[in-house]
């Protein structure tokens, strides 16, 4: 069977886990541009596709199981009037919340 030569990963530094502070942290995963602000209502295309967007670099914690973004940056997270982080538009949600008061 020949041997398969995995593309090296250029895998930085993990940063101490922000919840517990242990240096046991793993990347996980990475992206180069995200949007920012994941729960922002955009009123036109053209604003939607030129949200600011940043860097994810999702990083695991061996010891307390947190999983978090090593680049998460509070500057460019913008909670003002065009911040809605309502999940009623979501059908599946709205189903899970009826069934929940149901209970
Ligand atoms: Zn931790």
């Known amino acids: 069977m020949p041997s398969v030569q995995l593309p090296s990963i ?3 530094n993990s940063p101490p886990c922000i919840v517990c ?3 046991n942290t ?3 995963f990475e992206i180069s541009a995200l949007p920012a602000d994941t729960i922002r209502l955009w009123w036109s295309r053209a604003a939607a596709r030129s949200a600011p967007k ?3 670099g999702l ?3 061996e010891n307390c199981g947190h999983l978090f973004n ?3 940056d509070n500057d460019l ?3 003002e009037e065009d911040y809605e982080n309502s999940q009623i538009f ?3 949600f709205r189903k899970y919340a009826e069934e929940l008061a149901d209970r």
């Open 21 to 23: 502070a242990s240096p």
């Open 54 to 56: 940043a860097k994810m």
């Open 70 to 72: 090593r680049y998460y």
């Open 26 to 28: 793993v990347p996980v």
């Open 90 to 92: 979501s059908p599946r």
């Open 10 to 12: 250029d895998i930085p």
């Open 59 to 61: 990083t695991y914690c």
């Open 77 to 79: 997270v913008d909670y």
